[in-house]
């Protein structure tokens, strides 16, 4: 069964911090991994899409992506208490099966 | 962006009574659509994959005579909650896929349902 591993948290981090979210995944077939971000109440959306080994930027957003270790990672720098959200890393084995993989999310709160 | 539209985002029904829930790509076409649910607190379950023109398939556990799902067109696919009861109050979310290799999901606002 393909699984995906979050740290529930949650994580508190200081305004103007980095906050590092991290997840590993049981498929290593998987080609395409994704980072929701979910307020309270609110459904997913999406923040980062990464492909391929190494990093991506949008903004202050970092993805990381390590098929080896079968590793993916959310970095945000200059954390906002708008931040403050649970964020979800999906991935998806990739082929016409368009099914996502969820983890079950990590709780981050940044304190003003 | 890919916009999935889903209506209502509110409803109250009494115990007893069916609900049907809308999810309506906007600017693409979704062969396949997904319906998940949510409890406070928790996090998403899947419950069906909606796929146009054929049977929906649902996870394990998921009463398919209970939770209807149709996905009669291209751009809309339908959940309706049949004879609802306080258990089902949650917190509903459709998805929507490109149906390009590797896309992402693309989610609705989602539909928070109250049953009393």
């Known amino acids: 069964q393909k699984e995906v591993e979050q740290n529930s948290g949650p994580l508190s981090v200081p305004e103007g911090a980095i906050a590092s979210l991290n997840c590993t995944y049981s498929d290593r077939g998987s080609q395409s991994f994704f980072w929701y971000r979910q307020y309270s109440g609110k459904s997913p959306e999406l923040i980062m899409s990464?492909?391929?080994?190494g990093d991506k930027e949008d903004g202050r957003f970092t993805a990381q992506l390590n098929k080896a270790s079968q590793y993916v990672s959310l970095l945000i720098r200059d954390s906002q208490p708008s931040d403050s959200a649970t964020y979800l890393c999906?991935?998806?084995?990739?082929?016409?099966?368009?099914?996502?993989?969820f983890g079950k999310g990590t709780l981050l709160t940044v304190n003003p | 962006g890919a916009v999935v539209s889903q209506h209502p985002s509110r409803v109250i029904c009494k115990s007893g009574t069916s609900v049907k829930i809308e999810c309506r790509s906007l600017d693409f076409q979704a062969t396949t659509m997904f319906w998940y649910r949510q409890f406070p607190k928790q996090s998403l379950m899947l419950m069906a994959t909606s796929n146009e023109g054929s049977k929906a398939t649902y996870e394990q556990g998921v009463e398919k005579d209970k939770f209807l799902i149709n996905h009669a067109s291209l751009t809309l696919s339908t959940l309706t909650v049949t004879s609802a009861h306080p258990e089902d109050s949650s917190f509903y979310i459709c998805s929507a896929s490109r149906g390009q290799p590797n896309s992402p999901l693309h989610f609705g606002n989602g539909t928070r349902l109250t049953v009393t």
């Open positions: 999906a991935v998806n084995g990739g082929g016409s099966n368009y099914k996502l993989t």
């Open positions: 990464i492909y391929s080994n």
